[in-house]
């Protein structure tokens, strides 16, 4: 094995660019630069910002266990045969039937919504359009909550929307056979090798366990614009204490617990990750974000040997398309922007209900309306994730004129769009 002093080294040195290095970093820029050459810089008119949601769930039975792979595609069968839904994608896996895996809903004049797995049997996860704004999205959500409940309630079960699941990960009841899932417990195993660190059994199938709310802003051209990442990313420190709720309101526990125990389980395989969680980069810029990615491991099957290595390391990238590599990694970043235009919040807690759901949204609608602007902290990205650390272990909270400072950028950022849509927010 690697000694863990070259395998650190490996990870962390950016080096003199080479010629592999230049020629992926070429591609991926002509790549990015030709998908986003149609959406206009942000400028002065966030009225240009969309946002749709990724919210994710748990489907247990009425003793609060997940369910069974028959009973889950029992669930998924049963509402694709509902007015405007239909089966969207499937596949056989070994001998089995054709796997249902995502469904979608779309009638005339409306915008499609899919609900499909996020990891195979318990956990769903419900994906919608991007909206022009808040209020088109909060009436598309409310049917869908009401349909997933009812759904679950005909066949005497339950939509558990909590960012714990509350057993362990390693649980047989949620650990998928299904290829893709057992290729990354494979690949998180293999960065606790990488590493040197000894394996975790809890974090290897940790997805399992943890739900996110999901917010998508659209409209945005980082690559002509990436001093909106940047930006967004010193504002995340404080936002993590504004949009969630305190105490008492989830069953895995208050605040400080929920968030330190979806972190450690998170970034424990990612030590050497530099895009993993909150980046490891000096600033968030074109330039210092592709190095990271030169260095980032990749995920892949288990039967092939590039899975868990890196760019700098390969020389070559094992994927068919800049656009392929860039999604392989885009599920690791809190932060996650899209080739297509969107950035992705991609890791915050999920939230309980509409109105919890709608003030997080909001919150991330405005501060982006904002950095887009301009508005940032007078701070280092370097300074920004000591501070997320603070904050997600419970040492540093925020303090009341700081939220309030926050939560009225916030409200300006959605003034000024000038749709109402600032009612939605709620100071915690």
Known sequence: MVSGLAVNQNFNDQGNESDSQSKLKTEMFSFLDEKMSSIPLVNQNVNSLTVGIEHEFFLVNIENKPVSPETSQEFLKYISTLKGWSSAESFSFN?????????????E????????????????????????????????????????????TKLGLKVFNQPLLGIPSFSKSVTSEIPYYSDMRNFRTKLF???NEALDSETINYPAVIASSKTVIGGINWFKQPEIIQRLYLIEPKIQSLILPRKNLWNAGDLQEVLRKRWNGMLAPHKFSPLAGFPRISEWNLDEWFAAVMRMPLPGPTDKKWTGRTLNELKESPFGSPGTLFNSLSEF????????????????????DIKYLMNLVAFRMGLTAVASLGFSPKTTLTQAEAEWKRRISGEEELKSKEAAAYFAAADKGLRLRKQAEEKYLVLM
């Open 95 to 107: 001998d089995m039937t054709k796997l249902t895996w995502r469904i979608s809903h779309k009638k």
């Open 109 to 152: 004049n409306e915008k499609m919504t899919s609900l499909r797995y996020k990891h195979h049997p318990h956990h769903f996860e419900l994906v919608t359009s991007n909206y022009t704004d808040l209020h088109e999205l909060r009436v598309k959500l409310e049917k869908m909550f009401e349909l997933l409940d009812s759904a679950a």
């Open 193 to 195: 090798l990488r590493g």
């Open 333 to 352: 970043q809190m932060i996650s922007p899209n080739y297509k235009g969107t950035v992705k919040f991609s890791l915050d807690p999920t939230q309980m």
